[in-house]
């Protein structure tokens, strides 16, 4: 269901440029979408402004800071390797990348699997499970993230020496490492990706896996080699989302790592206020704060068709 | 959520293929077992990091714990302070509701409003549909700071509205304006709200307008007795997701409070900006007045307190919503 309306959509919108002015023949009609124009540009405007406003005080020296013109005189590039002079950039970047990495794995690995047993496969309880899983979409995070911190201070971390995960060793729990962040994504901790998978997976044809059954495929063959290739634009919704909402995390690494080698770059742009020493460098927290976005931008603009997409279906959740 | 798993279902015949297993299941069986094995990774999660911790945290709840020693039983101790005694969670609820009750109608509104006006058949939909929803990638602690450049003093907002001789107010030092500015913030995300609206409106049959046209009806008409019904689900679950969202405002609250290195526990100037989750966090994690924090049963017991309060509105909502949505009848998976 969920895929058909967003095609339909997209159809509808093909070949909508300045010929959807020139083909209008009714003069009012053309003054009044004429308005509907211009207002939306000035909203477009409005949306953009402070993206700009962003890039223009990224590239200004303090004396400039003050002035309101767009435009930077002269511009100061230094600003971004300033920015970047102190803190353990290298460090937080890895850190970020490690766990976003691990998280989108996770994600869309767990996900999937999950939700090709509730779509393709019949077993008792299937529904009940099913309604607790669009129950937990509702279920707001604030009960659970006390007791999931507790349960994390609880659980001993293994004795190995693994840095990629900040374990050393040493930890004596799970906090201050990454496991908080990333062994959640790998047991499906995700409602709506597995409601979305599901409903993409419904949608390919049961006989590819009766056929697949008759010439003795496992389940598990069946599920990664016939249907999964069948749903990419689906894991790329769902990969493109986990990887926004964990490289832009806050409160989870502010609440499990604790250490400052184990800061995330969202954490670590917090130590830009104190970098001047007392008031804040607007221009090099705006550097910071740029190529810190800058990643999720560059997902957005290769793969914007993805979040638009991906967007409409979470709105049918009321459907 | 009319969507229900057993819906769609044929069942089907398959010829017997036990021989070419090792197993000597039939087919519904080893179906079964696959089934389970497939969802295991959701139930360990769920069990793991979502059941037991609710039933833990209700427990806890009527406890002293504070990570250290084993929690001690004190009964309903924690929630009678809480009503009686604490002027702190008064507080941050009287914030927590302002906020849901001018934001999310504000939002709302405004998504809606500029969705149809992206329905009016203008040229470049598309590239106006990808920019407003542009600001929704630039999300986290870096938005924020460019927020509070933006609302500083002598930032951009109150250069412009110095343009047409407004005085612009200290937003985020006066503890009249910090609730406005976060409102004003927000309007830089609401394109996710305006494309799912979009979706919805798109998604009206068309017919239905072509024969309100015939019978002379005006856009106005139209808006209001075709389009508005139509997508009257849509608009209950995102308020419903707004409001269980604002309810849990955390991030950009907790970032402005504690700008220049000051300490989330007075919650901001004139304690404006102490929402519900950033009273619950200090009470977890931080310092309330005199008392060093970890003091997780009061903080449990705050946490299922503001549950209740978004399951009684959620349930309420959802009784006020059999008096104006409007379900196509035969809609299902």
């Known amino acids: 269901m969920a895929a058909t309306t967003v095609e339909a959509v997209n159809k509808i919108e093909r070949g909508g440029g300045w010929s959807r002015f020139t083909q209008e023949r009714r003069p009012g009609m053309l003054v009044a979408k004429l308005a509907a124009f211009l207002l939306m540009c000035f909203i477009a405007f409005l949306f953009l402004v402070p993206l700009v406003w962003m890039i223009s005080t990224s590239l200004k020296t303090p004396q400039d800071l003050q002035n309101p013109s767009f435009i930077p005189n002269p511009i100061a590039w230094e600003n971004y390797r300033d920015a970047f002079s102190f803190g353990m950039w290298g460090r937080w970047t890895l850190n970020t990348v490690i766990i976003t990495f691990f998280s989108v794995v996770g994600m869309v690995f767990s996900t999937s699997l999950v939700a090709y047993s509730f779509a393709r496969l019949r077993w008792p309880g299937r529904a009940f499970l099913f309604s607790i899983v669009l129950a937990t979409m509702m279920l707001p995070d604030v009960v659970t993230f006390i007791p999931r911190f507790i349960i994390f201070s609880e659980l001993p971390a293994p004795r190995v020496n693994f840095p990629l995960f900040a374990l050393d060793g040493n930890n004596a729990s799970w906090v201050n490492t990454f496991l908080p962040l990333i062994v959640p994504d790998f047991l499906a901790g995700s409602a709506f990706n597995i409601f979305l998978m599901r409903q993409f997976m419904r949608g390919v044809p049961m006989e590819l896996s009766e056929a697949a059954r008759i010439d003795g495929a496992s389940e598990f063959r069946i599920y990664w080699n016939v249907v999964l290739p069948l749903c990419k634009p689906a894991l790329a919704t769902i990969?493109?989302?986990?990887?926004?909402?964990?490289?832009?995390?806050?409160?989870?690494?502010?609440?499990?790592?604790?250490?400052?080698?184990?800061?995330?770059?969202?954490?670590?742009?917090?130590?830009?206020?104190?970098?001047?020493?007392?008031?804040?460098?607007w221009s090099w927290m705006m550097a910071g704060s740029l190529i810190v976005m800058l990643p999720v931008l560059i997902v957005f603009v290769l793969f914007q068709q993805y979040f638009i997409e991906g967007i409409q279906i979470s709105g049918m959740g009321g459907r | 959520m009319a969507e229900s798993a057993q819906s769609q279902d044929v069942v089907q015949r398959r010829p017997q293929s036990a021989?070419?297993?090792?197993?000597?299941?039939?087919?519904?069986?080893?179906?079964?077992?696959?089934?389970?094995?497939?969802?295991?990774?959701?139930?360990?999660?769920?069990?793991?990091?979502?059941?037991?911790?609710?039933?833990?945290?209700?427990?806890?709840?009527?406890?002293?714990?504070?990570?250290?020693?084993?929690?001690?039983?004190?009964?309903?101790?924690?929630?009678?302070?809480?009503?009686?005694?604490?002027?702190?969670?008064?507080?941050?609820?009287?914030?927590?509701?302002?906020?849901?009750?001018?934001r999310v109608p504000i939002v709302m509104t405004l998504a809606l409003a500029i969705a149809i006006l992206l329905n009016t058949k203008i040229p470049y939909e598309r590239v106006f549909r990808t920019i407003v929803y542009l600001p929704n990638v630039l999300a986290g602690a870096a938005a924020v700071y460019l927020w509070q450049w933006i609302l500083s003093p002598t930032g951009l907002l109150n250069q412009a509205l110095e343009g047409v001789g407004i005085d612009g107010p200290s937003w985020f030092t006066n503890p009249n304006w910090t609730?406005?500015?976060?409102?004003?913030?927000?309007?830089?995300?609401?394109?996710?709200?305006?494309?799912?609206?979009?979706?919805?409106?798109?998604?009206?049959?068309?017919?239905?307008?072509?024969?309100?046209?015939?019978?002379?009806?005006?856009?106005?008409?139209?808006?209001?007795?075709?389009?508005?019904?139509?997508?009257?689900?849509?608009?209950?679950?995102?308020?419903?997701?707004?409001?269980?969202?604002?309810?849990?405002?955390?991030?950009?609250?907790?970032?402005?409070?504690t700008t220049g290195g000051l300490s989330p526990a007075e919650g901001g100037p004139g304690r404006s900006l102490l929402f519900y989750v950033i009273y619950l966090y200090n009470r977890a994690f931080g310092k309330v007045g005199s008392s060093r924090g970890f003091d997780m049963g009061y903080a449990s017991a705050l946490a299922w307190i503001l549950f209740v309060i978004i399951l009684a509105i959620t349930l309420f909502q959802l009784w006020l919503s059999k008096r104006w949505v409007y379900y196509e009848s035969g809609e299902g998976g």
């Open chain 1, 239 to 281: 990969a493109i989302f986990t990887f926004q909402s964990s490289w832009q995390d806050f409160m989870g690494p502010l609440l499990y790592l604790q250490s400052e080698q184990n800061y995330t770059l969202q954490i670590g742009l917090r130590t830009f206020e104190f970098a001047a020493g007392g008031a804040p460098n």
């Open chain 2, 19 to 102: 021989a070419r297993t090792g197993l000597r299941l039939n087919n519904s069986t080893r179906e079964a077992v696959n089934g389970w094995l497939f969802v295991m990774p959701w139930v360990i999660g769920f069990a793991l990091f979502t059941a037991i911790p609710m039933v833990f945290s209700f427990y806890t709840s009527f406890t002293n714990y504070n990570l250290i020693r084993s929690p001690q039983w004190v009964g309903t101790r924690h929630y009678e302070n809480i009503f009686t005694n604490d002027p702190y969670f008064w507080k941050s609820l009287e914030n927590t509701f302002w906020m849901v009750g001018i």
């Open chain 2, 179 to 257: 609730k406005p500015a976060l409102v004003v913030m927000g309007l830089w995300w609401i394109g996710g709200n305006i494309i799912i609206y979009l979706a919805a409106i798109k998604g009206v049959p068309q017919t239905l307008y072509e024969a309100a046209s015939i019978d002379g009806a005006s856009p106005w008409h139209k808006l209001r007795y075709i389009t508005l019904p139509m997508i009257s689900p849509t608009i209950f679950f995102q308020v419903i997701t707004s409001i269980i969202g604002t309810f849990q405002i955390f991030t950009t609250a907790y970032i402005i409070i």
